[in-house]
């Protein structure tokens, strides 16, 4: 396989030696953000910039030119990887012919089928060992619409999906009392206006703010428009139309979703072992994992194992013993109740996230009941009390006990270590505020595939997801940071708490920035984009003091008509679509459901 990213100009194609990779030349590469996959032979495979100086130009070319390079730089090449060769030889190496799973749910499943669909002509034995008398924990029913990509990866027909998880469309996130009591602001999948003259949007909205000649941010944003007034439609692939500036996502039952993956991924032949995993035995040299021993007695041997087994974390913690990143002080929460109660026939295409006393409480809105929770810091707040809170603020009769659960903000030190990769909770548990479990679950599936191994599990293989596991978790720890830091609450112990905590320096400094003159920081690798920072800054009163001078080289007079322009099309658009409820019953209803 290989792969590259693309940059601008002047791309050179430059081929390198593995082992030379694992000198100082990876770390470089690394630093600047190539992405790259290598081949199980010995050539890694990207491109780069003559514009850009991240590595002195002699040794580029001694790079580029391996082939006819000196004899003394082919002496070294050689010695290196004869070396190389050695230490592999010592090493259990070949084609990984056997994947093990330890644990279902929706992480499992999902590395199922994933691993099935997209590895389905590598010859690949696929066993999950999972145990019914273990309850697993539905890391979250709001989504993200990266599902989309992934549903679409493995094939699945979208309306026949939506029926059978029971789920409803999700346009964005609803924040109600986050930055005041009264407030209420909608972080949406799509963009603000468009942009024009390379000036990001939200600059001439907050000229005319300034002016008090602009409305609402929120009615330049068509999925906001839609949510508020329970439209959808499918976005236009075509550009030039406003129905083409959004995307969207599920508002699924967890556990239907396993249940219908279960059945996806073992039609493509993938191995279900109903067991109860009581031991893991390790190679004796390598500590390797081995095989997991079940309480029958029964072991399952495999060449590489990957940890679903929730916050036990079975393999990767109590096995290989990998250490947890505490962010428990950015991210105080530490528990959640979980509670379903009865829906409506009109439920709405946007998750809710209201801020309580010492906490916040989700509400998504699934086609046969309301999914709810509490997700508070026992440190300022009973089990009890939460509980009462949370049942008080129910839009139905609860359908379950409430069911509580006990966590710690953080990830583990490493996400692969050995032979073993962690997906789901027993990686990391960031609280469901911005519903993105499942993205990250999704997330280590993919790059796993990417970076697919032989048996030896190569080091590169492993620092280099690594690396982007652990800017996806940063990424999101930022953002998630922010919803409390940047609060003007002051009504409880608990929002004093947050509004006055250390944050960390990156999160710092992309807020100086935005209230300096409205720059939103963006990376390369990350989940959130430019308009989900716009949303929570403005929706949280964060106001740029200054916009870009840019923006004045449009006319007053003929900014308002554009924009009023833009607010106009999207209010007519949305008027002529129909109601999420009746989009639903007409494409995608789901059957009932006994609770």
């Avoid at 491109?47 to 040794?59: A, V």
Wanted: aromatic share 10%; glycine share 6%; with cysteine.
């Amino acid at each position: 396989m290989r792969s590259s990213f693309l940059l601008p100009e002047h791309q050179i194609e430059i081929l390198i030696p593995f082992n030379v990779i694992a000198n100082n030349l990876y770390q470089g590469i690394i630093d600047h953000g190539s992405q790259y996959i290598y081949d199980s032979a010995k050539i890694l495979f990207f491109t780069y910039d003559k514009k850009t100086t991240i590595l002195d130009i002699n040794q580029i070319q001694v790079r580029k030119n391996v082939p006819n390079a000196h004899s003394k730089d082919k002496n070294m090449l050689k010695r290196q990887e004869h070396n190389t060769r050695e230490k592999n030889m010592s090493q259990e190496t070949g084609a990984v012919k056997k994947i093990v799973i330890a644990g279902g749910g929706t992480a499992g499943w999902m590395a199922a089928s994933g691993l099935a669909k997209l590895l389905g002509d590598q010859n690949l034995e696929i066993e999950l060992v999972e145990s019914e008398q273990i309850g697993t924990i539905s890391v979250g029913e709001a989504t993200l619409p990266h599902i989309r990509f992934f549903n679409q990866k493995l094939g699945l027909d979208e309306a026949d999906f939506i029926a059978k998880t029971q789920a409803t469309i999700k346009l964005g996130i609803e924040f109600k009392d986050w930055g005041r009591i009264g407030d209420s602001y909608i972080h949406p999948f799509g963009d603000y206006g468009r942009d024009f003259n390379e000036v990001d949007f939200h600059h001439y909205w907050l000229k005319l703010n300034q002016m008090h000649k602009a409305g609402r941010i929120d009615d330049y944003s068509l999925p906001i428009v839609m949510a508020e007034m329970n439209k959808f439609g499918f976005p236009d692939p075509d550009e030039r139309s406003v129905m083409s500036s959004f995307s969207y996502a599920f508002q699924m039952d967890a556990s239907l979703y396993a249940k219908y993956l279960r059945g996806f991924a073992e039609n493509l032949g993938v191995k279900r072992t109903e067991g109860r995993i009581v031991d893991v035995t390790q190679h004796a040299e390598t500590g390797f994992i081995k095989s997991l021993v079940l309480e029958d007695g029964t072991s399952v041997e495999g060449d590489i194992f990957l940890d679903c087994t929730g916050f036990r974390a079975l393999l990767i913690d109590k096995t290989l013993k990998i250490g947890f990143e505490d962010w428990s002080n950015y991210l105080p929460c530490d528990r959640a109740i979980a509670v379903p109660c009865e829906g409506s026939d009109t439920p709405i295409p946007y998750t809710r996230a209201t801020a309580r006393g010492a906490g916040w409480q989700w509400r998504i809105p699934l086609q046969h009941r309301i999914g709810n929770g509490y997700v508070y810091c026992s440190e300022f707040i009973s089990d009890d009390e939460a509980c009462a809170d949370i049942l008080a603020n129910l839009d139905g009769k609860p359908l379950n006990d409430p069911l509580f659960l006990k966590f710690q903000a953080g990830k583990r030190k490493t996400q692969w270590e050995k032979n073993c990769i962690t997906i789901g909770l027993s990686s990391g548990f960031l609280e469901p505020l911005e519903s993105t479990s499942i993205y990250l679950i999704q997330a280590a599936i993919t790059n796993f595939i990417e970076m697919f191994p032989q048996k030896d599990c190569a080091e590169t293989d492993v620092k280099e997801f690594n690396r982007i596991m652990d800017l996806e978790y940063e990424r999101v720890k930022d953002f998630l940071i922010l919803h409390y830091y940047a609060t003007e609450r002051d009504d409880t112990p608990f929002w004093n708490h947050v509004r006055n905590m250390e944050i960390p320096d990156s999160l710092e400094y992309k807020m100086s920035l935005f209230r300096e003159r409205g720059i939103v920081v963006e990376y390369k690798d990350g989940l959130f984009l430019h308009p989900s920072w716009v949303a929570v800054y403005l929706g949280q009163r964060i106001v740029p003091k200054r916009y870009d001078p840019l923006v004045d080289a449009i006319p007053t007079d003929a900014l308002i008509q554009r924009l009023d322009e833009m607010k106009g099309q999207i209010a007519q658009v949305v008027g002529a679509l129909p109601s999420h409820p009746e989009f639903l019953r007409s494409n995608c209803p789901a059957p009932p459901v006994s609770m």
